[in-house]
Nanobody, 123 residues
Framework: AQLQESGGGLVQAGGSLRLSCAASGGTASRSTTGWFRQATGRKRDFVAFITRSGNAVFFADSVKGRFTVSRDNVENMVVLQMDSLNPEETGVYYC?????????????????WGQGTQVTVSS
């Protein structure tokens, strides 16, 4: 199973970015997909997840109302749309899949990870 993020970059505060997570190879593409952010020197923090069917999505409180997540199970793609970004949201964004139990909010619950995409929000 493989995951690959894309869409990161440099954006000014208040701007938007659209991150994509392409999944291939079985389990990762047929399970709940999570998004996490890791700032330099900090732990990996939960951002959002979307269930396999796409019928349920959950967000960290700090991003509610600004971020959306969707998936296309035909294309095996999950998209994180991020609006009104602020500099504190700078970091490497990872998608994660293959959830097999445990909290959806914890990185340890996901066995498969992409390599991450850098998001930098300038003030």
């Amino acid at each position: 199973a493989q995951l690959q993020e894309s869409g990161g970059g440099l954006v000014q505060a208040g701007g938007s970015l659209r991150l994509s997570c392409a999944a291939s190879g079985g389990t990762a593409s047929r399970s709940t997909t999570g998004w996490f952010r890791q700032a330099t020197g900090r732990k990996r923090d939960f951002v959002a997840f979307i269930t396999r069917s796409g019928n349920a999505v959950f967000f960290a409180d700090s991003v509610k109302g600004r971020f959306t997540v969707s998936r296309d199970n035909v294309e095996n793609m999950v998209v994180l749309q991020m609006d009104s970004l602020n500099p504190e949201e700078t970091g490497v964004y990872y998608c994660a899949g293959g959830h097999r139990g445990g909290s959806y909010y914890e990185p340890a619950s996901y066995p498969f990870w992409g390599q991450g995409t850098q998001v930098t929000v300038s003030s």
